[in-house]
């Protein structure tokens, strides 16, 4: 299994999601209708996750090289905190001890004013949206934000 003990690259901290979280609600308001896929490589596919404690509606679950769950709902329920929250993914590692291990991938407003990708595996997060947005989070020094061109 991939990441036995834990992925090796820098995962972005509680305080550094709570600011994307912020300034996307900020920009967007909390409400603002969003589409986002959750990275679900290490569930089971035979059952869906189950087995790891993840439950997920009927039908959102995609299966191809790498696994996905997608899901709409209110921004407030997508972004970094709602998916820790409702998904278990904010549960620190624990050698040793299962887990649901599923993190917030893509993020994408109804009006595609907004979006966000955050892919599995890299230490990094891409944010594109409206200028003001670009600028609140270039603004967060705790980020280290750069344009990227």
């Avoid at 690259?9 to 600011?19: N, T």
């Avoid at 624990?94 to 595609?112: H, I, K, M, N, Q």
Wanted: aromatic share 8%.
């Amino acid at each position: 299994m991939p990441n036995v003990d834990g992925p090796t690259d820098p995962e972005a901290s509680e305080d550094q999601k709570q600011a994307i979280d912020v300034a996307l609600q900020e920009a967007a308001g909390p409400d603002a209708s969003c589409v986002f896929a959750l990275y679900a490589g290490y569930l089971h596919e035979d059952d869906h996750g189950r087995r790891d404690g993840f439950d997920e509606p009927a039908g959102t679950w995609h299966i191809g090289r790498l696994n996905y769950v997608l899901f709409s709902g209110r921004l407030s329920e997508a972004g970094f905190a709602g998916v820790d929250q409702r998904w278990g993914s904010g549960v620190p590692f624990v050698p040793g001890r299962r887990r649901p291990f599923v993190e917030l991938s893509d993020l994408w407003t109804a009006d595609r004013s907004i979006v966000l990708a955050s892919t599995a595996d890299t230490a990094v997060t891409v944010v594109a949206g409206p200028e003001s947005l670009a600028e609140r989070l270039l603004s967060i020094p705790l980020l280290r934000a750069h344009v990227w061109r």
